[in-house]
């Protein structure tokens, strides 16, 4: 069993800042990536940005620049710092965990249950 726990959302006024923490637990052998999804009222679930098993980073458009992806020394628990924070920002972000469960394995997807990030004076 898994569990993504995710911490750090709220209400923030536009050009503020917000980090969002998950942490990853469970019985799984490896994580190959942990990233981070939004996804605001009516649109698709976008990525925002992921950090893979060897540290390799990349950001969707809408955040390149004004958000940093990083993660502890033991890699479960990853962090998004996001600064300048837009009204277009708004929207519930959810953390995803590429597990492997064996070694050689696939790789699954996990979800966490989602924290909403809302960005409005």
């Known amino acids: 069993q898994v569990q993504l726990v995710e911490s750090g959302g709220g209400l923030v006024q536009p050009g503020g800042s917000l980090r969002l923490s998950c942490a990853a637990s469970?019985?799984?052998?490896?994580?190959?990536?942990l990233r981070w999804y939004r996804q605001a009222p009516g649109k698709e679930r976008e990525l925002v940005a992921a950090?893979?098993?060897?540290?390799?980073?990349n950001y969707g458009d809408s955040v390149k620049g004004r958000s940093t992806i990083s993660r502890d020394n033991a890699g479960n628990t990853v962090y998004l710092q996001m600064n300048s924070l837009k009204p277009e920002d708004t929207a519930v972000y959810y953390c995803?965990?590429?597990?492997?469960?064996?070694?050689?394995?696939?790789?699954?997807?996990?979800w966490g249950q989602g924290t909403q990030v809302t960005v409005s004076s």
């Open positions: 469970g019985n799984f052998f490896s994580i190959d990536a």
């Open positions: 995803n965990a590429a597990l492997r469960w064996t070694s050689g394995g696939s790789s699954y997807d996990h």
């Open positions: 950090i893979n098993k060897g540290g390799s980073t």
